[in-house]
């Protein structure tokens, strides 16, 4: 990173200068930002450079690009997560992404009951904030902590003073413990070029205790990556500090192993469709009007999409099938069944419709598109909304992953449906876009820096193997020659 080349450097410092009658300074006093007997605590200059290096992000902007891993299949995974490095020195921790929540928390330390062994062959890690040199624990009194009212039932130990969180989900499984603020470490793209090891100061949370499918060890994970809107949302807060923008995007790969991108900035696809955002909701909720199966329209009450009362359509990376109202439900699995009646072979399967068949899904099952405000259409395949159950003898059989929730007017659209697409979640714009893709090839993203200029670059072909790239020597030398014509203006 550039910015390590002057970590040592002699840094000028303007000070109020006597000036003469022409106008210029008469004399001007330079003060060394290291002391002339070079005593300095090692933490101060790991302080100052964490400080430079912050200034440098929020002056280049850029796009941050995190690695993705999982699935959307139940049968092998059923998760998309990726991996972040927290605290100093850093630690690697495996969080799942999840649009459907705010903040990012991760296994402290003292976890009661946290897994201890992922079947996703991933190494488990616990944050301790006794090891991090860099980590703080978050007051009742701190600003900060009010951002966690936002996003769960926070609350104040009288005992230690510590800003406290407690999380429900919706499959009935949950996390508490208490929020600390540290590093995060990320890899960012600027113009053509990375700058790994970049780092912001976030607030998180430090899981002390965690209940239902988060302690199962099938497929265990260290933690949850909320990108939500709310303020304790990392989007958000780097945002704040201006090191990314207020959009993010991904592209979630579905078969031969999953993976995908992820990126704070927005994927440039020209075929991108966009849908207004519903304002003043707590998850990503948009207007669903009408499903279609074959192009007609299915007689549905559009009153059964509509967004009140906890109600509506939210889109989920959290949630790995989709979810429809009985109301809906039902003629949907119709609509399928009458369109394909003739070549396969219906039958319930544990409540499930599914079909027996021998030919491809794409030859037989219809096109879906569900059509939402602003005039977008998500056009689906049928490999969107049908699972494979099983294969036994050359004889398939496909099942409905769009599940039936009754009593509730919601529609969930988790990764079943938003695999193998473009989706760019622009907060500042409030709206939601996407394209279907081949999430296994590399995308065009944009960033507006600070200057107002759009940076252009290629995210998703960085990996842990691969020799990252450093600041460009163009970059380099601009801030190099900027450095001494400063330093010939005062001399």
């Given at each position: 990173?550039?910015?390590?080349?002057?970590?040592?450097?002699?840094?000028?410092?303007?000070?109020?200068?006597?000036?003469?009658?022409?106008?210029?300074?008469?004399?001007?006093?330079?003060?060394?930002?290291?002391?002339?007997?070079?005593?300095?605590?090692?933490?101060?200059?790991?302080?100052?450079?964490?400080?430079?290096?912050?200034?440098?992000?929020?002056?280049?902007?850029?796009?941050?690009?995190?690695?993705?891993?999982?699935?959307?299949?139940?049968?092998?995974?059923?998760?998309?997560?990726?991996?972040?490095?927290?605290?100093?020195?850093?630690?690697?921790?495996?969080?799942?992404?999840?649009?459907?929540?705010?903040?990012?928390?991760?296994?402290?330390?003292?976890?009661?009951?946290?897994?201890?062994?992922?079947?996703?062959?991933?190494?488990?890690?616990?944050?301790?904030?006794?090891?991090?040199?860099?980590?703080?624990?978050?007051?009742?009194?701190?600003?900060?902590?009010?951002?966690?009212?936002?996003?769960?039932?926070?609350?104040?130990?009288?005992?230690?003073?510590?800003?406290?969180?407690?999380?429900?989900?919706?499959?009935?499984?949950?996390?508490?413990?208490?929020?600390?603020?540290?590093?995060?470490?990320?890899?960012?793209?600027?113009?053509?070029?990375?700058?790994?090891?970049?780092?912001?100061?976030?607030?998180?949370?430090?899981?002390?205790?965690?209940?239902?499918?988060?302690?199962?060890?099938?497929?265990?994970?260290?933690?949850?990556?909320?990108?939500?809107?709310?303020?304790?949302?990392?989007?958000?807060?780097?945002?704040?500090?201006?090191?990314?923008?207020?959009?993010?995007?991904?592209?979630?790969?579905?078969?031969?192993?999953?993976?995908?991108?992820?990126?704070?900035?927005?994927?440039?696809?020209?075929?991108?469709?966009?849908?207004?955002?519903?304002?003043?909701?707590?998850?990503?909720?948009?207007?669903?009007?009408?499903?279609?199966?074959?192009?007609?329209?299915?007689?549905?009450?559009?009153?059964?999409?509509?967004?009140?009362?906890?109600?509506?359509?939210?889109?989920?990376?959290?949630?790995?099938?989709?979810?429809l109202s009985e109301a809906a439900y039902i003629p949907f699995?119709?609509?399928?069944?009458?369109?394909v009646s003739q070549s396969v072979r219906p039958v319930v399967?544990?409540?499930?419709?599914?079909?027996?068949?021998?030919?491809?899904?794409?030859?037989?099952?219809?096109?879906?598109?569900?059509?939402?405000?602003?005039?977008?259409?998500?056009?689906?395949?049928?490999?969107?909304?049908?699972?494979?159950?099983?294969?036994?003898?050359?004889?398939?059989?496909?099942?409905?992953?769009?599940?039936?929730?009754?009593?509730?007017?919601?529609?969930?659209?988790?990764?079943?449906?938003?695999?193998?697409?473009?989706?760019?979640?622009?907060?500042?714009?409030?709206?939601?876009?996407?394209?279907?893709?081949?999430?296994?090839?590399?995308?065009?993203?944009?960033?507006?820096?600070?200057?107002?200029?759009?940076?252009?670059?290629?995210?998703?072909?960085?990996?842990?193997?691969?020799?990252?790239?450093?600041?460009?020597?163009?970059?380099?030398?601009?801030?190099?020659?900027?450095?001494?014509?400063?330093?010939?203006?005062?001399?």
């Open positions: 990173m550039a910015a390590a080349l002057f970590s040592t450097a002699i840094l000028i410092c303007l000070l109020p200068v006597s000036v003469s009658s022409s106008g210029f300074p008469a004399a001007l006093k330079l003060e060394r930002a290291i002391p002339a007997n070079h005593e300095m605590e090692m933490n101060e200059l790991k302080a100052r450079d964490r400080t430079r290096h912050g200034r440098l992000l929020q002056s280049l902007g850029g796009v941050v690009d995190f690695p993705v891993d999982g699935t959307f299949d139940p049968f092998v995974v059923g998760l998309y997560y990726t991996k972040l490095r927290l605290g100093s020195p850093p630690r690697d921790f495996y969080v799942q992404i999840d649009t459907g929540s705010d903040v990012l928390w991760v296994s402290c330390a003292s976890c009661n009951g946290c897994p201890q062994t992922s079947g996703l062959q991933i190494q488990l890690n616990y944050f301790d904030p006794g090891s991090s040199a860099t980590a703080t624990p978050i007051s009742c009194s701190d600003q900060r902590c009010s951002w966690g009212v936002q996003s769960s039932d926070s609350g104040c130990s009288v005992q230690n003073n510590l800003c406290a969180y407690t999380f429900q989900y919706g499959d009935g499984s949950g996390t508490s413990g208490y929020y600390v603020s540290d590093l995060l470490q990320f890899d960012m793209i600027v113009g053509s070029s990375l700058v790994p090891n970049s780092t912001a100061q976030v607030v998180f949370g430090c899981s002390t205790s965690q209940t239902g499918d988060l302690v199962k060890p099938d497929r265990a994970v260290d933690g949850i990556f909320g990108f939500g809107q709310q303020g304790m949302s990392v989007i958000s807060q780097l945002a704040s500090q201006g090191v990314a923008p207020r959009v993010f995007s991904h592209c979630l790969k579905g078969e031969n192993g999953g993976g995908g991108i992820l990126v704070l900035g927005e994927i440039v696809e020209p075929n991108m469709v966009f849908t207004p955002l519903v304002p003043s909701q707590p998850h990503y909720n948009v207007n669903l009007l009408s499903i279609s199966v074959n192009g007609q329209a299915l007689p549905i009450n559009p009153s059964v999409f509509s967004t009140s009362n906890g109600q509506g359509t939210i889109i989920d990376t959290g949630t790995t099938l989709a979810y699995v119709e609509a399928i069944t009458n369109a399967s544990k409540g499930n419709q599914c079909y027996v068949l021998t030919s491809s899904v794409a030859d037989v099952f219809p096109p879906v598109s569900l059509n939402f405000a602003g005039g977008a259409s998500m056009f689906l395949n049928p490999q969107d909304y049908l699972i494979q159950q099983n294969n036994v003898g050359g004889t398939a059989v496909w099942c409905i992953g769009f599940q039936r929730i009754q009593n509730q007017g919601i529609t969930i659209l988790g990764d079943l449906v938003l695999k193998d697409k473009i989706f760019v979640y622009d907060l500042v714009g409030q709206r939601i876009g996407w394209a279907n893709y081949d999430c296994s090839m590399s995308v065009n993203v944009s960033a507006t820096s600070s200057s107002g200029r759009s940076e252009y670059v290629n995210a998703g072909q960085f990996s842990d193997n691969a020799a990252p790239q450093k600041l460009s020597l163009d970059i380099v030398g601009n801030i190099i020659m900027l450095l001494l014509l400063v330093i010939n203006m005062f001399l």
